[in-house]
C-alpha cells in the first residue's frame, strides 16, 4: 500500500514537473513572439537632415504638375521645388529618375492609436469613456505611438491622421497627429483639435426579428420623439457650459460675486462653444445632417460632419451653415435595399458637383487606414476626377483640419510630409520608394514588410 502512494506522488510530481516546464515554454514563446511583434520599429524615427529629392515628376496638387524638378527638404520643410533648383551644399541626393513625388496623405477620421486589437484584448481598446459627457477627455493622451497600425499605415503613404474618441453623446476631444515620433508630444500636430459629438439620430429598428439585439421597432413618431429628447438633453449641456463660463468671466471682473465651482468638463468645452475650435459631428442620414447644420446655425458652432453618406443631399444646409464633411463611407454598403451598388462610390463626386467642402477618410480604427488612397481612387472610378481624387486625401482635408497652410501640397514653408512612390499614389500597384515627416527620413518597415520579408523566399 505504502509502495503504491509512493509511486502515485511520483507520478504526480513527475506531471506537475512538466506542465511547469510547458508553461514556462508557452510564456518563453510568448515573450519571443512580443519581441518580434512588439510594433518596436515605431522608435526607429528617421533621420533629420537636408535632402533633394532631383529629376522627379512633382505633383504639387495645388498647382501645376512638374515633369522634372527637384524638391529640397532643409529644417523638416520644403526650402525649394521647381524644374530649376539650387541644391545646398551637403544635401544628401536622391535619385527621382522614373519617380513621382507626392504630398503626404491625410487621413481625417480614425482611431489609430487608440485602438490595437478591436476584438478580444480590451485593454489595447482606449476608444471611449464611461459616461455620456466626456468633453474633457483628450485622445492625445490615450495615443499609443508604438501602436504597429502607425508602421503599417504611414509605408503605404499616410502621413498625418486625425485620431477621435467614440461612446457617449460627447465623446471627447479628437486630434491631429503626424505618424512618426516616440512619444504623443511628437506626434502631435494640433493637440486639441475637435469636440467629438455623436448626434442623436432617428432609429426606428429594434434589431434580427423584431427584437433580437435592440428591443422591438418603434414607431416613426416615437423615434422622432427620442431623437428630439437627446437633442434637448444636448443643447442643456451647451447651455450649461456657457452659463459656467459667464459667471467665470463675471468673476474675474467682480470677485464679490459667487465664486464659480470648478467643473472640468464644462470647462473644456470653452474653445467650442466661443466657436474658437471646431464641433466634430457624426451624421449619416439627411434628415440627421439637416439637424446637425441646424444645431450649429442655432449654437453658432464650427462644425464638420464625419461619415456623410447622404450630405450631398442636404448640400443648401451645409453650404449655408459653412459645414465640412469629412466622408467615411466608399468601402460601405448601401443603407436601402433599393440604393444602386454604386451609390456611395459616386458620393464625393456629388458632393464635389454640389460645392459642400469635404474629403475622403477610411472611417477606420487602424488596421485598415491604409486603404486610404484606394478610397480616392474608387471615388475617382465614379464621376470624381482623379485631381479631385488626390486633393480629397491631401489638399482638402488639410483645409479641413485647419492646416491648409502647413499639409496637402508640395508648396515652399510647407512642412516636409513628402512620398516618393514609382507611380499613381492612388494605385494599389505603385510602390513607396520614400517617405518624409517632418522633414526626417523614414524606414519603410511595419509588421507586414517583416512578415513578408520572413516568407518571401520559402517554397
Same mark, same amino acid.
Given at each position: 500500500?505504502?509502495?503504491?502512494?509512493?509511486?502515485?506522488?511520483?507520478?504526480?510530481?513527475?506531471?506537475?514537473?512538466?506542465?511547469?516546464?510547458?508553461?514556462?515554454?508557452?510564456?518563453?514563446?510568448?515573450?519571443?513572439?512580443?519581441?518580434?511583434?512588439?510594433?518596436?520599429?515605431?522608435?526607429?524615427?528617421?533621420?533629420?537632415?537636408?535632402?533633394?529629392?532631383?529629376?522627379?515628376?512633382?505633383?504639387?496638387?495645388?498647382?501645376?504638375?512638374?515633369?522634372?524638378?527637384?524638391?529640397?527638404?532643409?529644417?523638416?520643410?520644403?526650402?525649394?521645388?521647381?524644374?530649376?533648383?539650387?541644391?545646398?551644399?551637403?544635401?544628401?541626393?536622391?535619385?527621382?529618375?522614373?519617380?513621382?513625388?507626392?504630398?503626404?496623405?491625410?487621413?481625417?477620421?480614425?482611431?489609430?492609436?487608440?485602438?490595437?486589437?478591436?476584438?478580444?484584448?480590451?485593454?489595447?481598446?482606449?476608444?471611449?469613456?464611461?459616461?455620456?459627457?466626456?468633453?474633457?477627455?483628450?485622445?492625445?493622451?490615450?495615443?499609443?505611438?508604438?501602436?504597429?497600425?502607425?508602421? $503599417?499605415?504611414?509605408?503605404? &503613404?499616410?502621413?498625418?491622421?486625425?485620431?477621435?474618441?467614440? #461612446? @457617449?453623446?460627447? %465623446?471627447?476631444? *479628437? /486630434?491631429?497627429?503626424?505618424?512618426?515620433?516616440?512619444?504623443?508630444?511628437?506626434?502631435?500636430?494640433?493637440?486639441?483639435?475637435?469636440?467629438?459629438?455623436?448626434?442623436?439620430?432617428?432609429?426606428?429598428?429594434?434589431?434580427?426579428?423584431?427584437?433580437?439585439?435592440?428591443?422591438?421597432?418603434?414607431?416613426?413618431?416615437?423615434?422622432?420623439?427620442?431623437?428630439?429628447?437627446?437633442?434637448?438633453?444636448?443643447?442643456?449641456?451647451?447651455?450649461?457650459?456657457?452659463?459656467?463660463?459667464?459667471?467665470?468671466?463675471?468673476?474675474?471682473?467682480?470677485?464679490?460675486?459667487?465664486?464659480?465651482?470648478?467643473?472640468?468638463?464644462?470647462?473644456?468645452?470653452?474653445?467650442?462653444?466661443?466657436?474658437?475650435?471646431?464641433?466634430?459631428?457624426?451624421?449619416?442620414?439627411?434628415?440627421?445632417?439637416?439637424? $446637425?447644420?441646424?444645431?450649429? &446655425?442655432?449654437?453658432?458652432?464650427?462644425?464638420?460632419?464625419? #461619415? @456623410?453618406?447622404? %450630405?450631398?443631399? *442636404? /448640400?443648401?444646409?451645409?453650404?449655408?451653415?459653412?459645414?465640412?464633411?469629412?466622408?467615411?463611407?466608399?468601402?460601405?454598403?448601401?443603407?436601402?435595399?433599393?440604393?444602386?451598388?454604386?451609390?456611395?462610390?459616386?458620393?464625393?463626386?456629388?458632393?464635389?458637383?454640389?460645392?459642400?467642402?469635404?474629403?475622403?477618410?477610411?472611417?477606420?480604427?487602424?488596421?485598415?487606414?491604409?486603404?486610404?488612397?484606394?478610397?480616392?481612387?474608387?471615388?475617382?472610378?465614379?464621376?470624381?476626377?482623379?485631381?479631385?481624387?488626390?486633393?480629397?486625401?491631401?489638399?482638402?482635408?488639410?483645409?479641413?483640419?485647419?492646416?491648409?497652410?502647413?499639409?496637402?501640397?508640395?508648396?515652399?514653408?510647407?512642412?516636409?510630409?513628402?512620398?516618393?512612390?514609382?507611380?499613381?499614389?492612388?494605385?494599389?500597384?505603385?510602390?513607396?520608394?520614400?517617405?518624409?515627416?517632418?522633414?526626417?527620413?523614414?524606414?519603410?518597415?511595419?509588421?507586414?514588410?517583416?512578415?513578408?520579408?520572413?516568407?518571401?523566399?520559402?517554397?
Amino acid at each position: 500500500m505504502k509502495a503504491k502512494v509512493v509511486d502515485r506522488v511520483a507520478k504526480m510530481n513527475s506531471y506537475f514537473s512538466a506542465c511547469l516546464r510547458f508553461c514556462g515554454s508557452i510564456l518563453l514563446l510568448g515573450a519571443a513572439v512580443f519581441a518580434q511583434n512588439d510594433g518596436s520599429e515605431q522608435n526607429q524615427t528617421g533621420r533629420a537632415g537636408t535632402f533633394a529629392i532631383v529629376g522627379a515628376r512633382i505633383v504639387t496638387v495645388s498647382g501645376a504638375t512638374i515633369d522634372s524638378g527637384t524638391v529640397v527638404i532643409q529644417n523638416g520643410k520644403i526650402a525649394a521645388v521647381g524644374p530649376n533648383v539650387t541644391i545646398p551644399a551637403g544635401a544628401e541626393k536622391i535619385d527621382g529618375k522614373g519617380l513621382s513625388v507626392f504630398p503626404g496623405m491625410i487621413d481625417a477620421a480614425t482611431n489609430v492609436g487608440l485602438a490595437e486589437i478591436g476584438q478580444g484584448v480590451n485593454a489595447s481598446v482606449d476608444v471611449s469613456e464611461t459616461g455620456s459627457m466626456n468633453a474633457n477627455a483628450k485622445a492625445i493622451k490615450g495615443i499609443n505611438p508604438h501602436s504597429s497600425h502607425v508602421n $503599417v499605415t504611414r509605408v503605404n &503613404g499616410i502621413t498625418t491622421v486625425m485620431s477621435y474618441p467614440t #461612446g @457617449g453623446l460627447i %465623446a471627447g476631444q *479628437a /486630434a491631429v497627429v503626424n505618424l512618426n515620433g516616440s512619444t504623443q508630444d511628437e506626434m502631435a500636430v494640433i493637440r486639441e483639435f475637435g469636440l467629438v459629438i455623436n448626434f442623436p439620430r432617428i432609429s426606428t429598428g429594434g434589431g434580427f426579428g423584431g427584437g433580437f439585439g435592440g428591443g422591438p421597432p418603434v414607431e416613426f413618431s416615437e423615434a422622432v420623439k427620442r431623437r428630439d429628447s437627446q437633442i434637448d438633453e444636448l443643447k442643456k449641456l451647451f447651455r450649461s457650459a456657457e452659463n459656467y463660463l459667464r459667471a467665470k468671466d463675471a468673476y474675474a471682473k467682480d470677485s464679490t460675486l459667487p465664486y464659480p465651482a470648478f467643473d472640468i468638463r464644462l470647462e473644456a468645452m470653452a474653445p467650442f462653444i466661443r466657436g474658437e475650435k471646431p464641433v466634430i459631428f457624426t451624421a449619416e442620414r439627411e434628415r440627421d445632417i439637416r439637424s $446637425v447644420a441646424k444645431f450649429v &446655425g442655432e449654437m453658432k458652432l464650427k462644425g464638420i460632419i464625419v #461619415g @456623410g453618406q447622404e %450630405a450631398w443631399k *442636404a /448640400a443648401d444646409d451645409l453650404k449655408k451653415n459653412n459645414i465640412a464633411v469629412v466622408f467615411t463611407n466608399i468601402y460601405n454598403l448601401p443603407v436601402r435595399d433599393d440604393d444602386a451598388y454604386d451609390l456611395l462610390f459616386e458620393a464625393p463626386a456629388k458632393m464635389q458637383a454640389a460645392g459642400i467642402r469635404y474629403c475622403i477618410s477610411t472611417g477606420e480604427g487602424g488596421a485598415e487606414v491604409r486603404d486610404l488612397p484606394y478610397h480616392a481612387g474608387l471615388a475617382s472610378a465614379y464621376g470624381l476626377s482623379k485631381e479631385d481624387a488626390l486633393k480629397a486625401v491631401t489638399m482638402y482635408p488639410a483645409q479641413i483640419l485647419g492646416l491648409g497652410d502647413k499639409l496637402g501640397s508640395i508648396e515652399v514653408g510647407k512642412v516636409a510630409n513628402i512620398v516618393v512612390t514609382d507611380g499613381d499614389i492612388l494605385e494599389p500597384r505603385t510602390n513607396i520608394k520614400q517617405m518624409f515627416i517632418a522633414g526626417r527620413l523614414i524606414p519603410l518597415t511595419s509588421r507586414h514588410t517583416r512578415l513578408f520579408d520572413s516568407f518571401k523566399d520559402r517554397k
